[in-house]
């Protein structure tokens, strides 16, 4: 079982800045993946960030204002959020996608919220 645990949501002016952290539990070498998906009040969840194969793909809305890296141990993860604007607020949740038992499986953690005022 694993585990994925963000921190770092809180509420801040547009412009401002966040930085959301992720750990993740199991073995490092299964994860083939990490990433950030948000879900917006009322709206459906969606794909910020991801971190895969040494390949990072972000949203069109994000590009140019948000950063994923992968930390040291490499279970965890961070998504560095500048220029933050009212329609980033949403919780944000961090992805781990891992190879076991011959199968690839979805993690998610519990979320955390981001509220970017005007």
């Known amino acids: 079982q694993v585990q994925p645990v963000e921190s770092g949501g809180g509420l801040v002016q547009a412009g401002g800045s966040l930085r959301l952290s992720c750990v993740a539990s199991?073995?490092?070498?299964?994860?083939?993946?990490m990433g950030w998906y948000r879900q917006p009040p009322g709206k459906q969840r969606e794909m910020v960030a991801i971190?895969?194969?040494?390949?990072?793909n972000y949203d069109d809305s994000v590009k140019g204002r948000f950063t994923i890296s992968r930390g040291n141990p490499r279970n965890t993860v961070y998504l560095q959020m500048n220029n933050l604007k009212p329609d980033d607020t949403g919780v944000y949740y961090c992805?781990?996608?891992?190879?076991?038992?011959?199968?690839?499986?979805?993690?998610w953690g519990q979320g955390t919220q981001v509220t970017v005022s005007s």
């Open positions: 992805y781990v996608k891992i190879l076991e038992n011959w199968m690839f499986r979805d993690y």
């Open positions: 199991g073995s490092i070498s299964s994860i083939t993946a």
């Open positions: 971190s895969s194969a040494g390949v990072t």
